[in-house]
């Protein structure tokens, strides 16, 4: 067996075969409700899901008129760690704001 590096086996490097996937992706959605308040929402898209005040804003606005609205997209713990936290802020704060995930 030889101990040359892979480069220097004979075998160029375009061919060795390896397949490299990307994490699977979930979209954080966060879900109307009728008691928290708008300006928390914009709060939290700001604070959690760092939205420009702008952003933020429009986000909310989507969320009140569709009921519901993608924060962003991440890999599955990125993605857990945001539900955690809006539950969390959100109850702290006396609010039922819900956020969920689904697989993109």
């Known amino acids: 067996m030889s101990t040359d590096p892979p480069d220097q086996q004979g075998y160029p490097l375009s061919e060795i075969d390896e397949e490299i996937s990307e994490p699977p992706m979930?979209?954080?959605?966060?879900?109307?409700?009728d008691f928290t308040t708008k300006a928390f929402v914009v709060a939290?898209?700001?604070?959690?899901?760092?939205?420009s005040q702008d952003e933020a804003t429009r986000l909310m606005w989507h969320v009140h008129k569709n009921k519901v609205g993608v924060c962003g997209i991440y890999p599955l713990d990125v993605a857990e760690t945001k539900i955690t936290q809006v539950t969390a802020i959100a109850r702290e704060n006396g609010f039922p704001?819900?956020?969920?995930?689904?697989?993109e």
């Open 26 to 33: 979930f979209k954080v959605l966060l879900h109307n409700d």
């Open 44 to 51: 939290v898209l700001m604070g959690i899901f760092n939205k």
């Open 97 to 103: 704001l819900k956020a969920t995930m689904e697989a």
